[in-house]
């Protein structure tokens, strides 16, 4: 076997072992909170709203707070009352 053909596989194995191991730490953190820590959710969630969905993510974010306060107006009723107070 070459020089080559062993740091190839010696390359291939150690990304393999690195890809399983970064898997368990992943699966792991998504069976708790702690994936809030790791994962960078407005960033994930600007790139899903322009690439998968082609829409600016503001416009989607907006859509959903409307859509939430339609079905559940009381969960910012605290906040407004505040903010009826200061005025």
């Given at each position: 076997m070459g020089n080559w053909t062993r740091i190839r596989?010696?390359?291939?194995?150690?990304?393999s072992?690195?890809?399983?191991?970064?898997k368990?730490?992943?699966e792991s953190l998504?069976?708790?909170e702690k994936w809030k820590d790791e994962f960078q959710v407005k960033i994930i969630f600007a790139r899903?709203?322009?690439e998968a969905l082609k829409?600016?993510?503001v416009r989607i974010r907006d859509c959903y707070i409307d859509?939430?306060?339609a079905n559940k107006p009381e969960i910012l009723k605290d906040l407004i009352?505040?903010?009826e107070k200061i005025k």
């Amino acid at each position: 076997m070459g020089n080559w053909t062993r740091i190839r596989k010696s390359r291939k194995y150690l990304l393999s072992k690195w890809l399983k191991t970064e898997k368990a730490r992943l699966e792991s953190l998504l069976s708790n909170e702690k994936w809030k820590d790791e994962f960078q959710v407005k960033i994930i969630f600007a790139r899903l709203c322009g690439e998968a969905l082609k829409s600016d993510h503001v416009r989607i974010r907006d859509c959903y707070i409307d859509i939430a306060l339609a079905n559940k107006p009381e969960i910012l009723k605290d906040l407004i009352e505040i903010f009826e107070k200061i005025k």
